[in-house]
Every structure is written in structure tokens, then in C-alpha cells.
């Protein structure tokens, strides 16, 4: 056992790093290289809205319309790179974008660790944390590498996270308007969480799903019109499918829908090989069929919850997986060890090892991804991936007569 003042240092450690990991990125973000992230895309976008022009413009022409510099918001810049978000996600920095983009940055920064950290505190706390390990728990969450990551690219899945920890928890209290509301406003912002229609479906939770598709409706015709209709239809036939084109193959694609891609079809990352996209479309159809179905069969081994349970699946099934969107395996973590700290659980070191690798992301030192190797894109980049594969199997592995997987919801049966 821990004595009292071996857990305090630790909690004063697990604070200051989660506190240095947020002052390390505004020295970033302020940085001459603080201009390539997933925000500016998103930034200038909201920019060029607010000016009544069009947001789905080319990132490069935007770019130097408003950043008067030939910033690129990624190390490899397709030359027709257009923001790849809806118009919802784009309303929501025009919150910022009325500032220096300096300012919005590090406001964007501020916001979206508080917003990490409250949703992961809160989720701490509703899992039996007393309020001061919450805290903790909740500042020393800003270090775990992917989340890191997330802050560092600008990017907004900690609001995602903390939007599905409302989500669960309004479930548990019957409150499925609530719960609906909460999924339907991130499936508006992202369009991926769309897949927790499937966990409602299984829990026959009929009127939170119906509040997640009209509230994702609603906000998505309402930001679509702001946006303009001809724009919106662009990004819907255009922007979106052309995104997916160029990424879908990249070593840093962590989607197991992006391995047939890979491997199968010649593109920037691969230009030699096979070009089989028939073949590829085949299999990435069955591999999506087996996801879909998955979270209406598991036994939920990991959490013996199938809201969270979910969750891997989802992320294996989103098309184009980037490291900063497992922010969203932070709550899954911490349903496994509150399993493991009551005795429900016992440390399966396999399981461990997979859960850790799907919160580092991406091992750092890793090298250009243009035509890397096959070695290295199999032993490099892809063991995140591996990790979330490993931990979706275990949703299936172990005992036959374990515990009721919906406890505290209204279930089949």
C-alpha cells in the first residue's frame, strides 16, 4: 500500500506534468512551425465564412489570403486540400476566428484543456473518485500522449470525449433526451459518432436515438443553410469524398478500413504495387460489416458496459483514423481500471500493453511517411492500430457467463 505521502507526490506530479504538457504546447503554437496544425484549416475556413466567402475554398489559397505566408497546416500538402469538417465544426471556430490568429490559437488551447479535463474529471468523479483525485485525475489527463497530440494538431476531440461522458451519463439517469442531445451535437461536429446509434440500439434506448439523429439533423440543415447550399453540397460530393481519397492510404492512417487501401491501391504513399481498388472495395465492405455488427453482439469483456465498448470499434471503422482521435480510449482506460482497482477484473498484461499502445498514438522518430517502407509502415506506424485491434478481439474473449453487460440500463431480454 501507497503511504499518504507517496500518493500526494505523485498527485503533484501527475498535475505538474499535466500542466507543463499544456505550457509546452502554447511554445508550440507560438512557434514558427505553431501554423501546421488540423486548426488552421478549420480557422481560415471560419475566417473566409464570416468575410461571406467560401469556406470550402482550397486551404493554400485561404491560407495566404488570411495568414499572409505560405504556411501549409500539414507536412504534405495535397494541392486541392480543402477543410475535411462540416459546416458545424467550422460555425464552431468562428467563435475565435474573429481574432489574430495568435490569439484564437492559444484561446482554442485554453478552451479545449479545460474541456479535456473537466469531461475527464467528471468521469473520474462519477466512477467513485473523491472530488481532489478528480482533479487530479483530471489536470493529470492533459499528459497522456494522444491527448498531447490532440492539443497540439488544434484539434477538438476532448469536446468530443466530453460530450460522450455527458451522453453515458445522462443514460444512467434516464434522461435519454439529454443523452441524445449530447450525441447528436458531436455527430454534427464530426460526423463519426454517428456509430453510437448502434450501442442505442442495443441498450433499445429508442428515444435518445431518435434525439441524436434530429439534434445531428437539425444542427446540420441549420449550418449547412448558413453555410450556403451549393457549398454544402460541394463538401458533401466533393471535399469529403476527395479527402478520403488522398488519406486513405497514408502510414499514419490508423482506420483498419485504410489497410486494404494501403496495400492494394497505388497513391502518393505507394505509387508502385498493385492496383486493385475492386478487390480493396470488397474487403474494406466486409471488414465495415463485421464493425457495424460487432457492438450489437459483444459480450463487452473490457468494461461490461456496451455504450464504451463500443468505442474501439467505432475508431477502427472511422475511414480516416488519426492518432489525436483515440483522446476518445481515455474513458474506456478508466472504466478498465475501476474494474481492475473493485476485483471485477484482472490484470491481463496483454490487455495492458494494447491499451497503452492505443493511448501513445504514433511512436515519435518515426520517418517521412512518403514512401516509407513496408517494414517500417508494419513495425512503425501501425501499432496503435494493432493495439485497438487486440483490445476489440478481448471485447469477445474470456468467460461465457459474465456479468450482465447493461448493467444499469434498460436491455433485450
Given at each position: ?9 505523485l ?7 499535466g ?9 508550440f ?12 484549416q ?5 475566417r473566409?465564412?464570416?468575410?461571406g ?19 501549409s ?5 495535397p494541392?486541392n ?14 467563435m ?12 482554442w488551447l485554453?478552451?479545449?484543456s ?12 462519477q466512477?467513485g473518485?473523491k472530488?481532489?483525485v ?18 497540439t ?9 466530453m ?9 444512467r ?7 441524445g ?22 441498450l433499445?434506448r429508442?428515444r ?14 441549420i ?7 451549393s457549398?454544402?453540397?460541394e ?9 478520403f481519397?488522398?488519406w486513405r492510404g497514408?502510414p ?11 496495400w492494394?491501391?497505388?497513391?502518393i504513399?505507394?505509387p508502385t504495387?498493385?492496383d486493385?481498388?475492386l478487390?480493396?472495395?470488397?474487403i ?5 460489416l ?6 450489437l453482439?459483444?459480450p ?11 468505442i474501439?470499434?467505432?475508431l ?24 481492475i482497482?473493485?476485483?471485477e ?7 495492458m ?5 492505443s ?12 514512401r516509407?517502407s513496408?517494414v ?5 506506424f ?11 478481439i ?8 459474465a456479468?450482465?453487460?447493461s ?7
Amino acid at each position: 500500500m501507497l503511504t499518504p505521502r507517496v500518493k500526494r507526490l505523485l498527485a503533484l506530479a501527475a498535475v505538474l506534468l499535466g500542466l507543463l504538457s499544456v505550457g509546452s504546447r502554447i511554445r508550440f503554437s507560438l512557434s514558427v512551425h505553431g501554423v501546421t496544425n488540423d486548426f488552421t484549416q478549420d480557422y481560415v475556413a471560419a475566417r473566409a465564412w464570416s468575410d461571406g466567402k467560401d469556406p470550402y475554398e482550397l486551404t493554400s489559397v485561404l491560407v495566404k489570403r488570411y495568414l499572409h505566408t505560405r504556411a501549409s497546416n500539414f507536412d504534405i500538402d495535397p494541392y486541392n486540400q480543402r477543410t475535411p469538417h462540416p459546416p458545424a465544426m467550422i460555425g464552431l471556430l468562428r467563435m475565435v476566428s474573429w481574432m489574430p490568429y495568435n490569439a484564437a490559437r492559444l484561446t482554442w488551447l485554453f478552451v479545449m484543456s479545460a474541456i479535456t479535463a473537466f469531461g475527464f474529471g467528471l468521469l473520474a468523479h462519477q466512477l467513485g473518485a473523491k472530488r481532489n483525485v478528480a482533479w487530479v485525475v483530471a489536470i493529470g489527463s492533459l499528459a497522456i500522449p494522444v491527448v498531447q497530440t490532440d492539443l497540439t494538431y488544434g484539434q477538438s476531440n476532448g469536446l468530443l470525449a466530453m460530450l460522450l461522458i455527458v451522453s453515458w451519463l445522462a443514460l444512467r439517469k434516464d434522461a435519454d433526451r439529454t443523452a441524445g442531445i449530447s450525441l447528436g451535437v458531436a455527430t454534427a461536429l464530426k460526423l463519426f459518432p454517428i456509430f453510437m446509434v448502434l450501442p442505442l440500439i442495443r441498450l433499445r434506448r429508442t428515444r435518445a436515438l431518435i434525439w441524436h439523429l434530429a439534434t445531428f439533423a437539425v444542427i446540420s440543415v441549420i449550418s449547412g443553410a448558413a453555410v450556403g447550399g451549393s457549398r454544402t453540397s460541394e463538401f458533401v460530393r466533393h471535399v469529403s469524398p476527395d479527402n478520403f481519397r488522398f488519406w486513405r492510404g497514408a502510414p499514419f492512417n490508423l482506420s483498419i478500413l485504410s489497410v486494404p487501401y494501403r496495400w492494394l491501391t497505388r497513391s502518393i504513399w505507394r505509387p508502385t504495387g498493385p492496383d486493385l481498388p475492386l478487390l480493396s472495395f470488397v474487403i474494406v465492405a466486409a471488414l465495415a460489416l463485421c464493425l457495424v455488427a460487432a457492438p450489437l453482439l459483444t459480450p463487452a469483456r473490457l468494461t461490461q458496459d456496451v455504450f464504451w465498448e463500443a468505442i474501439p470499434f467505432m475508431l477502427l471503422a472511422v475511414p480516416t483514423l488519426w492518432e489525436y482521435y483515440l483522446v476518445l480510449m481515455v474513458p474506456v482506460a478508466f472504466l478498465i481500471f475501476k474494474r481492475i482497482a473493485d476485483g471485477e477484473e484482472r490484470v491481463r498484461w496483454f490487455m495492458m500493453i494494447a491499451l497503452a499502445l492505443s493511448l501513445i498514438g504514433l511512436f515519435p522518430g518515426l520517418p517521412p511517411a512518403l514512401r516509407t517502407s513496408a517494414v517500417v509502415q508494419v513495425l512503425g506506424f501501425s501499432w496503435a492500430m494493432y493495439g485497438l485491434v487486440v483490445l476489440a478481439i478481448a471485447s469477445f474473449a474470456g468467460r461465457k457467463d459474465a456479468a450482465n453487460v447493461s448493467k444499469n440500463y434498460r436491455t433485450f431480454g
